[in-house]
C-alpha cells in the first residue's frame, strides 16, 4: 500500500516534527502522533529497523511530556537513524524553501 511507504510517511513526520518543535500545541501534537502511529510500524515492517521504529514511537509518545531540547535531541537520532537506514533527509533549509 502506498500509504505504507515509510519513505512516504517519513516525509509527512519530518515537517510536521519540526513545525512542532518551533510551535507545540495541542492540535499539532495529535496530527504529529497520528503520523508516527503510521510510521513507526511501517519502518519496522519494510526496513526491519527496529531501532529507528522505536526512536519514533519514543518521539510520539514524548510529545505531551518532554522539553523542547529532548525532544530535539530525539529529533536529531531520529534523523541520523534515518539516513543511516536509507531514508532521504531533506536539508531543513531547502525543506522551508518549498513553501
Avoid: H, W
Avoid at 525532544?71 to 532521504?88: F, H, M, P, S, Y
Avoid at 531533506?90 to 522551508?96: C, E, S
Wanted: include cysteine.
Amino acid at each position: 500500500m502506498l500509504q505504507d511507504d515509510p519513505q512516504l510517511l517519513f516525509d509527512q513526520f519530518l515537517p510536521q516534527a519540526r513545525e512542532y518543535l518551533n510551535s507545540p500545541g495541542l492540535m499539532a501534537a495529535l496530527e504529529l502522533d497520528k503520523t508516527c502511529m503510521k510510521l513507526y510500524p511501517a519502518v519496522a515492517r519494510m526496513s526491519g529497523n527496529n531501532r529507528l521504529s522505536n526512536l519514533i514511537r519514543d518521539f510520539a509518545r514524548s510529545l505531551p511530556r518532554k522539553e523542547a531540547g529532548e525532544l530535539r535531541n530525539l529529533l536529531d537520532q531520529i534523523l541520523v537513524e534515518a539516513k543511516a537506514g536509507g531514508l532521504v533527509v531533506p536539508d531543513p533549509q531547502n525543506a522551508a524553501g518549498k513553501s
